[in-house]
């Protein structure tokens, strides 16, 4: 068995020591960056803890539409304020409003949301999400980052 912390070998019973909120089997010279928990037996090593995982809560976190600046500019344009006016609205700097126009910057869900109430618009869009168990390549096929990150489209 090997030290989590410097990796050399362990001859004899590790120590299960807690460093910064994490538990681990370490030798006796890395033990001192943390404090012990007990000294584990043969048997013990040995042992499979079985531990109950949760499936994590499926957040729906809103995507900003892709013309956003255009719906913004618009709609502005349209109820007659100008950029300041439309800032002072908001209690945001007319630079925000002229950088989301020109898609120099994108707004974040605080910011759409008083957008979207001020200007009585939609910039905010429940995106779909899918858990990990809906992709299926084959029988034994494992999962990998790829399968189940999340890509953000410009456009």
Do not use: W
């Amino acid at each position: 068995m090997e030290c989590e912390v410097c990796g050399k070998p362990i001859f004899g019973r590790p120590l299960r020591v807690v460093i910064e909120g994490s538990e681990m089997k370490t030798c006796n010279s890395c033990a001192k960056f943390g404090e012990v928990r007990e000294i584990q037996s043969p048997q013990q090593q040995k042992q499979v803890r079985k531990r109950s995982y949760h499936k994590p809560k499926q957040e729906h976190i809103p995507d900003v539409v892709g013309d956003y600046n255009d719906v913004i500019r618009k709609t502005r344009e349209k109820n007659g304020l100008t950029q300041e006016e439309l800032g002072l609205i908001i209690n945001e700097k007319a630079s925000v409003i002229n950088r989301l126009e020109s898609k120099r910057m994108s707004p974040s869900i605080s910011l759409a949301k008083k957008l979207e109430r001020a200007l009585e618009i939609k910039l905010l869009e429940e995106s779909e999400e899918s858990s990990p168990g809906e992709f299926k390549k084959g029988e034994n096929a494992e999962l990998t980052i790829g399968d189940i990150i999340k890509v953000k489209k410009k456009g």
